[in-house]
């Protein structure tokens, strides 16, 4: 522990045959004509000695060295006292040398305790914090890690002190345990379960528990002379076991295969395959002690309903257990009744009953989530696969409750179940089964998510919905496109609705905003989506949506954002239906003179999706040129604007690039617009005066010398 100008170093042994000298600086005298010290003044008192003021640092530097050398197997107390020095660098000097010798020193069980107490308690200074946090990551690093940290379980303290012991046992057998002799593997082990089962642990905070959990896990992957360790774990559990002990139990074979293919444990691949064989033999075993705490009826019932499936989604996520073995029985424990349903079955009681808690809700979503997975990557047999794929189905109607009563975190369970179930289930889908598994009633299950309110519950859909659109496009089948067009046709009408923007939106959507970034998501979605929905079905869309006077200034930019995922699919020769959608998008932009300031707001929003649609019609513009003079004066006036200048310059661009032959007569007015910008230090110049090279590019040398 150091501070500012302060230190003492106190020896726990007698000097009793040292001088005065001796016993304060421990060096023997320095080189003639080197002063030694100055207004030094040394007391002895009961073996313990020191201030030592205005050293130089050279005799500073000869301390420590000779300090260190002599006595090092000594134990060591570092104490605050102020020493008062006057050359700064003299205590850095000191500080740095004894830091380094900081690892060799034995400290006790108090001086830990103590060193704790400084980093968590109140009031303590920040520099006297991060002192004792280098101190207690430096002791975290030694061999007497190990039994101190099991000498402060044992003993009633502070949750701080415990909490510390239990990640430095945990941090040891993680990174440090080939520091543990062979015949110690065992000893350890009985230590950390004694521990962690033993009454003293009652006291124990749930964050202290689980990091002695984890290193239990951790020991038993790295000790191979402890053979079936699953079954010895569950052989722990006595029928007159509590069940707090027997919930620790299962917390721990939780997290036993979950660390098997960890890179921070150094475990080599004849070992983890040989882990894997002895865990796929034990786990099924294991099932028995799961079915044995949900017949306890007790307060705990919910946290052992949280185990039960947490640790079944642990054995399933590392494919120790085949997915069909949980459709054995279990006792219903949502009823609360002895009545023997299956693990699946009890799942989907607990997720269709409104009054299960968040929490439990959340982790038997989990638990169904690997469940699915297991049944796409094991050989299971085709009655379970029905049985999983309608409970899935049946779920419809409880996700409606969840909307209805706005519980938002179950709804989101819900979707991130039918995604991943459609996810699994894609092959069937797309084989057009009226009904059994794979029926398409996932897709309107699927669609039903995206209509809800909160563009976050649709997201989880999306990976779906790209997977199934790339799938259909790479078959290159009709049939099969026109058969999924309706259901992508609905998507997309969802999506045009979740991409509107709030109607007091006072400034463009920033680049980490979390809207923006699932607007992208969904313009991708729709360019995906081409191939099923042609490009033109959706213009139409978005034209009606545009025609539609009521349509608030929300509504007609996510139209047009709508349409700008699909623009560069338009055809140049398209007449019907892209002129009346481009001149009403050009009616919509014409507000800036509104005195209304909301509508000029809400305008620059518009604004910029209208830029980005001009910027996509480059190729169509080519035979539409009766719309480059109302464009120019349009991309003229945005430019001026601070939010929309880069936007309107790289509109610029492309459509200079795409239609240089027809803007020839409108170099002049082009270049009058240079003189809006700073050509060494604006972007939107040098687009401006990329598409004027671009213009210059297809003219005669003689015309390019009449315009210079």
């Known amino acids: 522990m150091f501070t500012a100008y302060a230190l003492t170093l106190v020896f726990w042994a007698p000097f009793l045959v040292t001088s005065a000298v001796d016993q304060c600086y421990e060096c023997d005298p320095c080189s003639p004509g080197e002063e030694n010290f100055k207004n030094q003044t040394c007391e ?110 044992t003993k009633p303290n502070s949750n701080e002190a415990h909490y510390f012991a239990a990640q430095t046992l945990r941090s040891k057998v993680q990174n440090s345990f080939n520091e543990l002799p062979k015949h110690c593997w065992q000893p350890v082990r009985d230590s950390l379960l004694d521990v962690l089962l033993g009454s003293s642990s009652e006291s124990f905070s749930k964050s202290t528990c689980n990091q ?103 054995w399933l996520k590392a494919d120790l257990l085949h997915a069909s073995s949980v459709d054995s029985n279990a006792p219903n ?93 894609m092959d069937s889908i797309q084989m057009l089964t009226p009904s059994g598994v794979g029926n398409k009633v996932i897709l309107d299950m699927l669609l039903d998510c995206c209509g809800h309110y909160d563009f976050e519950i649709a997201l989880h859909t999306f990976n779906f919905w790209f997977c199934l659109a790339d799938s259909i496009s790479r078959q290159n089948d009709h049939t099969s496109a026109d058969t999924f067009s309706p259901y992508f046709e609905r998507l997309i009408l969802s999506l045009f609705r979740l991409c509107q923007l ?46 539609d006077q009521t349509s608030s200034w929300e509504a007609n930019e996510a139209a047009i954002f709508v349409v700008n995922a699909v623009a560069k699919f338009i055809h140049r020769d398209e007449n019907q239906v892209t002129p009346v959608l481009f001149q009403r998008i050009l009616q919509l932009s014409q507000r800036h003179d509104s005195k209304d300031s909301d509508q000029q707001v809400s305008n620059v929003c518009l604004d910029y999706t209208v830029l980005q649609f001009v910027g996509e019609l480059g190729t169509w513009l080519t035979n539409h040129p009766q719309f480059l003079e109302a464009i120019i004066q349009f991309l003229a006036t945005r430019l001026g604007c601070k939010e929309l200048n880069d936007c309107a310059s790289n509109a610029l661009l492309n459509v200079c690039i795409s239609n240089a032959e027809q803007l020839a007569p409108h170099f002049d007015s082009l270049c009058e617009l240079l003189k809006y910008f700073d050509l060494q230090k604006q972007k939107s110049s040098e687009d401006l005066i990329q598409g004027l090279a671009a213009i210059l590019s297809h003219r005669h040398v003689s015309e390019i010398k009449n315009w210079l």
Request: hydrophobic share 40%; proline share 2%.
């Open 212 to 314: 002695l959990s984890v290193a239990v896990a951790h020991l038993a992957l790295q000790c191979e002379p402890w053979h079936n360790c699953l079954l010895y774990l569950k052989h722990m559990v006595k029928p007159d076991s509590t069940i707090r002990r027997a919930l620790i139990i299962v917390q721990i074979l939780q997290y036993i295969p979950e660390d098997i293919h960890s890179k921070r444990l150094e475990l080599g691949d004849n070992r983890r395959n040989k882990l894997k064989l002895e865990f796929s033999h034990d786990v099924p075993q294991c099932t028995d002690l799961l079915r044995s705490l949900l017949t306890v009826q007790c307060a705990q019932k919910e946290d052992i309903v949280l185990r039960v499936f947490k640790c079944l989604t642990s």
């Open 44 to 153: 002895i008192a009961g073996g313990e000695c020191k201030t030592v003021m205005n050293l130089n640092t050279g005799v500073m530097k000869k301390f420590c060295a000779s300090i260190w050398h002599r006595y090092s197997h000594l134990k060591l107390k570092l104490v605050t006292v102020v020493a008062g020095f006057e050359d700064s660098n003299v205590m850095q000097t000191l500080c740095h040398d004894v830091e380094i010798e900081l690892s060799s020193i034995d400290m006790t069980t108090d001086d830990i305790l103590k060193l704790v107490g400084q980093l968590y308690g109140p009031g303590e200074h920040k520099k006297s914090k991060t002192d004792a946090d280098k101190l207690l990551q430096s002791f975290q690093t030694s061999q007497e890690a190990w039994n101190v940290s099991l000498e402060i379980l």
């Open 333 to 425: 424990a949502s009823s609360g009744d002895q009545n023997e349903v299956s693990f699946v079955q009890l799942a989907f009681l607990l997720l269709k009953d409104d009054s299960t808690e968040n929490e439990v809700h959340e982790v038997v979503t989990d638990f169904m989530c690997a469940l699915v997975n297991a049944c796409f990557s094991q050989a299971t047999p085709e009655e379970f696969l029905s049985k999983v794929y309608d409970g899935v189905i049946e779920l419809r109607e409880a996700y409606i409750m969840s909307v209805a009563h706005e519980d938002s975190d179950k709804s989101q369970n819900f979707v991130t179940i039918f995604a991943n179930t459609a996810e699994v289930f």
């Open 502 to 547: 709030e109607p007091d939106r006072s400034e463009l959507l920033s680049l980490k905003d979390d809207f923006y970034e699932f607007r992208n998501l969904a313009r991708d979605l729709i360019m995906e989506s081409v191939q099923i929905v042609h490009p033109m079905k959706i213009i139409t869309i978005s034209r009606n949506i545009l025609q």
